[in-house]
């Protein structure tokens, strides 16, 4: 089995060979041996391939092909790991045990990987950290404080009851969104029916009786017939295929920022987007900070976990301004990205002392104005999609049956 290394050596350059051995362990075992450091490794295939055909093989566009672990996996792993910590276990005793457990073929070689560094004597969250995008940013630095707290288990519980609270608030919002998702597929479904299957039928059946049609009918007649067009259907996938090459050209830099701050500016949805990714930042900074991270390490830390790119770039900007001397509820009041209430709430962290605290209580109060919100939306979109959707029902059989009734009245005239 071949895998491709990429490698430090004693004089400092960084070089990437090929190694050959039985198993992904081995082959770090054997480099570690020659006294070189290790700074990627994987097993050869298609993508090393074209990789080198293309030329990418910095170490970013290497990190970036990793994938992540699944959540609630790694919730597990945290689970189990705090668990054993607390009855007292050394930890190398405790990443083999999570190791020899672990299911997931990706998260066990991952952490075969970390459990080899701990044991050639690195810290775990420096073990983490070398792990690329595998594991949430966030992770690498929870640990590195709880590390230098002496609170390792404390600080493992606390990021668990994080990762609890944010999936349970998104799975909350996506039950919330099933039933007129579901009826929004089945009015599509019904309609694609009607048009594709239903209406030709009625065509056929109105030219052999040669009938003057009414306007709403040949209108939907000539619908369904532009959209059973070959023509109409490549123009349809190709503007599918459009629409998706845009959505990834834009999902970086200002073109990206610039349509997540649009997506905040819609109404009734914007707020709902903008209160959830402060409160997925407010829970990760009150982590850390709770862990024992300084306030302008774990402000960079924490902005990793904001998804919306425009509200990613206003967080960035907090630690500069942190380390610059200026109060914390100032540098928000210069983002305006937070809300007022989250301001004050911070204001008065800053004087008692209780910084933490007070964050985790505005990811508190944004959660359950998120949750207020979404159903308050709902309780909007469910009638009026029940109302379209019969509406549009209603005006495709009418359409069809409107040639009918008239027929009907002619012959009982």
């Known amino acids: 089995m071949q895998f491709v290394c990429r490698l430090g050596t004693a004089d400092g350059r960084i070089v990437e060979q090929i190694h050959e051995a039985q198993d992904l362990r081995s082959a770090r075992r054997e480099i570690e041996r020659r006294g070189l450091h290790v700074f990627e490794i994987r097993r050869r295939g298609l993508q090393h391939t074209l990789g080198s055909l293309l030329g990418s093989t910095s170490a970013a566009g290497q990190a970036g092909s990793r994938k992540t672990i699944p959540g609630p996996d790694f919730l597990v792993f945290n689970q189990q790991l705090a668990g054993l910590l607390g009855a007292g276990l050394p930890l190398l005793q405790c990443l083999e045990l999570m190791h020899e457990r672990q299911r997931n073929a990706r998260f066990k070689e991952a952490l075969a990987e970390i459990k080899d560094r701990v044991e050639s004597g690195a810290e775990l969250s420096d073990a983490f950290s070398k792990a690329g995008d595998t594991f949430p940013p966030i992770y690498a630095s929870m640990l590195k404080a709880g590390e230098q707290s002496g609170g390792l288990e404390r600080v493992i519980r606390r990021y668990v009851r994080q990762l609890k609270l944010v999936t349970g608030s998104r799975k909350r919002v996506v039950s919330a969104l099933f039933y007129p998702a579901l009826l929004v597929c089945l009015s599509a479904g019904i309609v694609a029916v009607m048009m594709f299957f239903v209406m030709p039928r009625f065509e056929e059946f109105y030219v052999a009786l040669d009938l003057d049609l009414p306007w709403l009918t040949q209108a939907l007649l000539s619908l369904s017939q532009l959209l059973r067009n070959p023509t109409t259907l490549v123009l349809l996938a190709a503007a599918a295929i459009g629409a998706w090459a845009a959505w990834r050209v834009g999902q970086g830099g200002r073109l990206g920022a610039m349509v ?16 959830f990714a402060l409160s997925e930042f407010c829970r990760s900074l009150a982590t850390l900070l709770h862990g024992g991270l300084p306030l302008a390490a774990a402000l960079d830390t924490a902005t990793s976990a904001v998804t919306n790119r425009f509200l990613h770039g206003r967080a960035a900007a907090l630690g500069p301004r942190i380390r610059e001397g200026a109060a914390f509820h100032t540098a928000l009041e210069e983002s305006e990205a937070f809300t007022d209430l989250a301001i004050d709430m ?57 040639p009918l009734f008239s027929v009907l009245g002619q012959v009982q005239g």
């Open 346 to 402: 911070v204001k008065v962290g800053e004087a008692t002392g209780a910084l933490d605290e007070m964050v985790n209580s505005v990811s508190d109060f944004l959660d359950e104005d998120v949750e207020t919100r979404t159903e308050r939306l709902l309780s909007l979109i469910e009638p009026v999609m029940l109302v379209v959707m019969g509406f549009t029902i209603a005006l495709l059989v009418l359409s069809m049956y409107l």
């Open 260 to 275: 997540d701050r649009f997506k905040l500016r819609v109404p009734i949805i914007g707020p709902i987007l903008h209160r």
